[in-house]
Nanobody, 127 residues
Framework: QVQLVESGGGLVQAGGSLRLSCAAS????????MGWFRQAPGKEREFVAT????????DYVDSVKGRFTISRDNAKNMVSLQMNSLKPEDTALYYC????????????????????WGQGTQVTVSS
């Protein structure tokens, strides 16, 4: 079992920055990848960013490339999402996810590839 707890959400003006953090506990050595997803009201959950736990390889949805940066600290079992140049369309509930499934991509971009989820942290960007 892996437990994930997000923090760092809040209200920010357009153009501002926020840093989300996700603390993992439990069987963290079994994680192959960690990712961030988001869900806006009335919309489906959307992939945002992923990072491979060992190699550090990253991938992003096109809409955040150049603005968001995902990073990991394996010693602290944490993953962070630095969000710069925020836009109102970034407003959503942001979820941290972990993959312990041994097959498939180490930088997965679909929610079905992840088997542990946090409760989410709200990010609101005002115009």
């Amino acid at each position: 079992q892996v437990q994930l707890v997000e923090s760092g959400g809040g209200l920010v003006q357009a153009g501002g920055s926020l840093r989300l953090s996700c603390a993992a506990s439990g069987r963290t050595s079994s994680m192959y990848a960690m990712g961030w997803f988001r869900q806006a009201p009335g919309k489906e959950r959307e992939f945002v960013a992923t990072i491979a736990r060992i190699s550090g390889t990253t991938d992003y949805v096109d809409s955040v490339k150049g603005r968001f940066t995902i990073s990991r600290d394996n010693a602290k079992n944490m993953v962070s999402l630095q969000m710069n140049s925020l836009k109102p369309e970034d407003t959503a509930l942001y979820y941290c996810a972990a993959k312990t499934l041994p097959y498939g991509s180490r930088t997965p971009k679909t929610s079905n590839d992840y088997n542990y989820w946090g409760q989410g942290t709200q990010v609101t960007v005002s115009s």
